[in-house]
Structure formats: structure tokens, C-alpha cells
């Protein structure tokens, strides 16, 4: 994985002086609250209901055992022993003591982290797919231009006060597991059809919040050494052109939704034409550097499917259902990748205590070259799992409660932090996550049900994803009471879709009981072999409304 | 309002006239509608500026962009970042006068501004004081290194890189 060197690191520890000195500033009253409020965000510092958060920067998810150990011991100096995970790939500390942000950046700093440009109006930490570099699907691997990019736009001198947040995404691999088109720019590594060199395609406008969009093909294949140019020139249509008489309507995919996406690509691709993309670029042998950083490790020469793993699985059913269901398979014979879950029955979605933490970075070092990749579903990966240790492995995560086998299942809920925690929030989002997971904990049931993404936000932003949820669940404020709009058909992936809402909004303790109307709809209707997001794309939302409503209106009488 | 450029706050040689009283005064900054009859009435070595709103298109004002002075482009907040933008597309365009950002910025964006071609700010007295000149030149010292080419700031990381490899060799 990418190394600092001299001049990252001298950067970064640039910028840990430079917020101390901003908050002193802020202290003496040099700066107003309003003044300081942009720069402690693009810090990562929120201020929340209860406490002030930071979020940290984890680049395109990818992680060394040693910075899992150092977020462990930062969770517990600084916070309450536990941090939690979130759907940008990026991990937060909920109670975090403003003094002791410079201390903790510079602890950051000490293992080539940072916070910076996780919050705010700028580019945000680029995220990607978290099976990079190893999966089986894939043209290329995404880190090294997702790298290239977060140096680029690194405190831009002319992209950091945009009209508002900025999301990249990036994926190398045939199914898109990074949910590329609803970010702002999304890119996908694809190779030209005709000279085989490969590219970029170009999504922009995606977006979820309250007016969700999904990305338009703005470029179908973008030379390699144009990207930097090509992203300078959209960004400064943007930055131009973007409104900014209403927050609400300033992101990205208003101003391609109002000029439309034919009048938006005639701008940038104007813009464009006046640069001259070898100045702004990365030349080949910086580009080639940043590479090699993420070159494969030693790989020993193994056969798929070794005895010794099939006969532990066939010896323990619950090791098999695991690797039937966490694992994900890799480009190399007799290796694997395996996602541990953060999503066990009854705990907050993405949350992992410093125990946790120093657990999985120890089995990364003894299972994985020391490597851990994040989720935006909120889980973690192994990515580089020896099958025939996989066994081994198990037993360790077992031990430390890692070893949930629900990976995609219905159980597998993405959840933001909602109003237990976020100021923005209307409702709560994680004692729903619990209490569905509770419901459908059985795991035949689960199995039964089959792959399902529930996703809940606790506020129209969005943070939980719930508009691409094949089910979703949004929670708002109903005459002081919280209340919870579903929504279904939702997908983050290639047939990228947003949900339709069922119907009115329910009281929290009345959604497993929808949620269970909707999969009888399922199960009674599905075709040999077809997934829940599947059936309702088949059979239409109608069937499933009905279910929805009939409860409610039998109740209304 | 305090003007301020790298080496501090330093007097304002431009003063802000409508065209028809410029007569007499080395340096002045005019509304942008009264453009074409400040240059008409120009004396010999007498400095003209506008004023431009951070909205106008830069195709806009390219057309008297070579025959005046000073560019000074509004700020409406701090965190309206057009001005960059524009800044950007008016070096690009090949404006070589000085271009001066206008309005309540932070001194944490001095380096920014520097970099897409201001040459200097102009603040709210009460701003410049509140912020002190200090915190502003301290920002261009802590920008010692970008990231991004073809922005005007510090040494350039990947150049560095390049001459690292090269050994310093040119």
C-alpha cells in the first residue's frame, strides 16, 4: 500500500500545525466561529449532539494493521474505547475533546494519516472498491489513480471553497462495488473497445441527500494521462457555475439535472480544450512510483480449494456458512478475501472497540500482509487470506465476535449514526438497524431470504444510503414523534436505481413487521434463484405496496 | 478597507472614482460600466482598474483585460470561492496587471488566492484587525509545498520528486 514519503509526511505534519495555530486563533477571537467553522471541518471536526467528532481520512479503505493499532489506541486515550466505521470508508470518534484534536492529528500523522478534507465544502476523501487490487473481476486495480487523485486534491488553492461537498468514487472491476454513480464524479476503469488501453469512463452527478440522482455518462473513455485536467476542468465548471443561493441546491447533480448533462459536458469539455493536461498531470514516472506502491505481495504458489479447508468445512457447518457468506473469492488459486462483519446481531452498524481493532490488526498481520481494507457498507476486509488458514482465522474472529457469517445478508445493515449521536439527525437510525437484525437473526432464515441490502439514514442527507437500500428506511419527524418512510427497489451497483416510497410513515416498532410483509410478497413470488431485488425489479413495486398497505389501512378501520 | 499583498498591509496607491472625476489622480479604480469612458479619458501614465463582480464571465472581461491595470474581483463571503476560479481564467486568459481579491477572506486562504493569481487582498478595516497581519503572512510560510502543477505557490511535490530522482539534475 502507498507509503509517505519526505514530502507527504512533511505536508501532513504542515497541517496538523497549521490547525493548531487555527484553533489558538480561534481562542483569542482572531477568527469568528463562522470563519473557523469551514477550517475545522476540512479537519474532520463536526460538532454533534453530545460532543464534537472527528472523522478520519482512510483512502480508498485501505488500511495497515500498524494504523488500525494506532486508531485503537486513539479510541481509547481520546474517546470511549470505540470508534465507528462509515459508509465513505472513513472512521469516526464520537467523543472527541476539542483540545485534544491537534494531539490526535499529530498521532495520526505519526502513521501516515489524516483527517483532512472529510468534512466541508471541498473534495472529500476518495472512496473505492474495497476488493482493490485482489478481485477476481477486475480491469485494474483503482488505488493507485484513487492515490493520485487524493494528492491532487489536497488542499486545491482553487477547489476548497466550493458551493459544496465533492464525492469521488473509483472502481477497476465489472461489478461496481464502490456505488460509483451516485457520487459526484464517479470513475470506472473500462479499456477502449477498439486499442484495448485502458481509461476512464466519467459519471457526474450522482448523489443522494434529498434530491437523489444517479450520475450521467459525462465521458465514455478519458485517456489516462487527461484524467487531472479533465477533473480540473469539472471541478471549475462547478466551482463557477454551482449555485449557491441554497445549500440544498448546490451540489453537482442540480446544476447538471438545470443545464442538463448535454449543455454541462459542452462546458467542461470547452474548459477543457484550453488546458494543456501534460502541466497538470502526474508525469509517467511519478505516476509509475505511486504504482508500484501497491504492487501485489508475495503470493505463495497454491492450489484452490486446498483438503485441509474442505475438510473443516466439512466438519463444522457454522466455518462453512462463513465462507460460503463472508468469503469473496481472489484473483490468485488458494488465497481468498473475507469480510468481517461489524454488523452483529443487536450492535450498532460499523461500530469496532480498540479491542476489536488491535484483534483484526493482529490477524492481518498473521493472515493478510498486514492489510485491511474498509467497507462502504461499513464492514472490514482481509483481503489476502490463505485458504488453507482461513480455518485458523476463524477460530481467532470467533473468539473476538468478528466471525458474524452475514455478509449481504438482510442482517447486514447499513445504518448512519442518526440521532443518537449527529445533530442533523431526525430520528434514530441504529436501534432500527437492531431491531431488524434481532428480528431476522435466525441464520436459515437468513439464508432463506438471500442476499438483501436494508439501508437506514436518520435524516434526509443520507448518510445511511437508504435511497439505493433494496429496501430503505429513512427516519424523519413527525409531530415530535420519529417516524420512518420505507422505500424499495433501491440498488448501489451496476443497475444502479433509486428506491420508490411504499407508502406513509411508520412508528419505529412497527417496521420489522413491514419489513416481514414485504418478504412474504418475496418468498411467495420469487422464481428459482432470484434475488429480492430481482423480484421486485420483475414483479413491480405494486404488489409489494399492497402488502405494505393493507396492514395499515386494516388497522386505520 | 487595508490592502495587504506578500510582504503585508501596505497604503492603497488606487482610489475607487467614477470616470468622470478621475482627472488628476494617479490611480484609480472604476465601476465596471464606466470602463470604456475611464480609458477614454486616461491620462498619459495615469492607472486604471475595475471592479468585477466574481460572477461576470471571464470571456467578459478579457476584451479590456489587456488595457487596464488592476483587476479587483469581489468576495461577497469567504466562502463564495468563484473569485478563484475567475482569478484562474483571467491569468489563463493572459492578464499580466494585478489582480486584487476584494472582501472578507480568511487569512487560511491567502496561499489559495496567491496560487490561482491574486496578487493582493483588500479587507474590511475591522476584518484586518481582527485577524492581524501576522496569521496572514503565516499562511504563505506554512504553504511551503503543493500538490498541484501549474499553480503559482511553494515547491511543487511532484517537481521535487523529479529532481529526486534525477538527482537535481535539470
Redesign the interface.
Known amino acids: 500500500m502507498y507509503r509517505y ?1 519526505e ?2 509526511a ?2 501532513v505534519r ?1 497541517r496538523v ?2 490547525f493548531s ?2 484553533v489558538q ?1 480561534r481562542l483569542a ?4 466561529e463562522d ?1 473557523f467553522k ?2 475545522r471541518l476540512q479537519n474532520g471536526v463536526y460538532l454533534q449532539l453530545h460532543a464534537y467528532m472527528l472523522r478520519i481520512a482512510i483512502p480508498y479503505g485501505t488500511l495497515s494493521a500498524r494504523q488500525l493499532r494506532q486508531l485503537a489506541l486513539i479510541g481509547e486515550r481520546f474517546d470511549r474505547s470505540y470508534g465507528h466505521f462509515t459508509t465513505r470508508q472513513n472512521l469516526q470518534f464520537n467523543w472527541i475533546q476539542l483540545k485534544d484534536v491537534p494531539e490526535i492529528l499529530a498521532l495520526l500523522a505519526d502513521v501516515e494519516m489524516h483527517a483532512i478534507q472529510t468534512s466541508g ?1 471541498c473534495i472529500r476523501n476518495v472512496t473505492a472498491d474495497q476488493f482493490a487490487g485482489v478481485a477476481a473481476d477486475e480491469i485494474e486495480d483503482p488505488r493507485p489513480v484513487a492515490e493520485l487523485i487524493r ?2 486534491s ?9 458551493p459544496r461537498k465533492f464525492k469521488i468514487a473509483v472502481t477497476g472491476a465489472a461489478e461496481d462495488r464502490a456505488a460509483v454513480s451516485v457520487h459526484d464524479i464517479g470513475l470506472r476503469i473500462v479499456r477502449h473497445p477498439e486499442t484495448g488501453e485502458t481509461g476512464y469512463a466519467v459519471l457526474v452527478g450522482g448523489g443522494l441527500g434529498r434530491t437523489p440522482m444517479v450520475g450521467k455518462w459525462v465521458r465514455d473513455f478519458l485517456p489516462k494521462p487527461h484524467l487531472l485536467a479533465y477533473l480540473e476542468a469539472l471541478m ?1 465548471v462547478y ?2 457555475e454551482g449555485r ?1 443561493d441554497n445549500k440544498y441546491k448546490a451540489r453537482v447533480k442540480i446544476l447538471v439535472h438545470e443545464i442538463g448533462i448535454e449543455a454541462f459536458r459542452d462546458r467542461v469539455e470547452a474548459e477543457f480544450a ?1 488546458l494543456d493536461p501534460l ?5 509517467a ?2 505516476v509509475g ?1 505511486i504504482e508500484r506502491y501497491f504492487a501485489p505481495p508475495a503470493y505463495a504458489e497454491l492450489q484452490d480449494n486446498p483438503p485441509a479447508l474442505r475438510r473443516a468445512r466439512a466438519a463444522n457447518p457454522e466455518f462453512d456458512r462463513w465462507v460460503a457468506q463472508n468469503g469473496f473469492p481472489h484473483k490468485v488459486p488458494g488465497y481468498q478475501a473475507v469480510t468481517l462483519s461489524l454488523k452483529g446481531i443487536g450492535e450498532a452498524p460499523g461500530d469496532i472497540t480498540s479491542a476489536g481493532m488491535r484483534l483484526v490488526a493482529e490477524l492481518a498481520d498473521r493472515h493478510s500482509f498486514g492489510e485491511i481494507r474498509v467497507t462502504h457498507a461499513q464492514n472490514l476486509v482481509l483481503p489476502n487470506v490463505r485458504q488453507d488458514e482461513l480455518f485458523d482465522l476463524w477460530h481467532a474472529l470467533a473468539a473476538g465476535g468478528l466471525a458474524t457469517a452475514n455478509a449481504g445478508l438482510i442482517t447486514d445493515i447499513i445504518a448512519c449514526p442518526g440521532l443518537d449521536y449527529c445533530a442533523l439527525a431526525t430520528a434514530r437510525s441504529i436501534p432500527i438497524a437492531q431491531a431488524l437484525a434481532t428480528r431476522f437473526a435466525a441464520p436459515d432464515r437468513q439464508q432463506e431470504i438471500g442476499p438483501l441490502a436494508i439501508k437506514i439514514s436518520g435524516c434526509i442527507n443520507a448518510c445511511g444510503h437508504h435511497h439505493v437500500g433494496h429496501i430503505g428506511i429513512l427516519g424523519l419527524e413527525k409531530r415530535g414523534e420519529e417516524s420512518y418512510q420505507i422505500t424499495l427497489g433501491g440498488d448501489a451497483g451496476n443497475a444502479s436505481a433509486i428506491g420508490e416510497i411504499l407508502g406513509p410513515g411508520l412508528g419505529a416498532d412497527e417496521v420489522p413487521d413491514a419489513i416481514e410483509r414485504l418478504l412474504a410478497v418475496y418468498l411467495d413470488h420469487r422464481q428459482p434463484g432470484e434475488l429480492f431485488v430481482d423480484s421486485v425489479r420483475r414483479l413491480g413495486i405494486q404488489p409489494f405496496k399492497a402488502a405494505f398497505n393493507a396492514e395499515l389501512r386494516h388497522d386505520a378501520a | 478597507m487595508t490592502l495587504l499583498d506578500r510582504h503585508g498591509f501596505r497604503p492603497d496607491p488606487f482610489r475607487r472614482l467614477p470616470a468622470a472625476e478621475i482627472a488628476g489622480h494617479p490611480a484609480v479604480i472604476v465601476p465596471l460600466a464606466d470602463v470604456q469612458a475611464g480609458l477614454l479619458v486616461r491620462a498619459l501614465g495615469q492607472r486604471i482598474g475595475i471592479d468585477i463582480a466574481n460572477t461576470l464571465p471571464a470571456e467578459d472581461a478579457t476584451a479590456f483585460a489587456n488595457q487596464v491595470d488592476l483587476i479587483a474581483i469581489a468576495f461577497p463571503g469567504f466562502a463564495d470561492g468563484r473569485g478563484f476560479t475567475l482569478a484562474r481564467r483571467l491569468r489563463r486568459a493572459g492578464f499580466r496587471g494585478i489582480l486584487r481579491a476584494v472582501g472578507p477572506l480568511i487569512p487560511d486562504q491567502f496561499a489559495y488566492a496567491m496560487a490561482c493569481g491574486f496578487d493582493e487582498v483588500e479587507l474590511p478595516d475591522a476584518v484586518a484587525t481582527r485577524q492581524g497581519e501576522a496569521a496572514w503572512l503565516a499562511d504563505l510560510a506554512i504553504y511551503s509545498t503543493s500538490y498541484q502543477r501549474d499553480y503559482a505557490r511553494g515547491q511543487n511535490i511532484l517537481e521535487a520528486r523529479r529532481e529526486a530522482r534525477t538527482g537535481g539534475a535539470t
Open positions: 514519503d514530502f507527504d512533511a505536508f504542515d500545525a497549521q495555530a487555527q486563533r477571537g482572531a477568527l469568528t470563519e469551514p477550517l465544502n494528492q491532487w489536497t488542499a486545491h488553492p482553487e477547489f476548497s471553497f466550493l471549475r466551482n463557477a449557491r484550453q502541466r497538470i498531470q502526474a508525469d514516472a511519478e512510483r
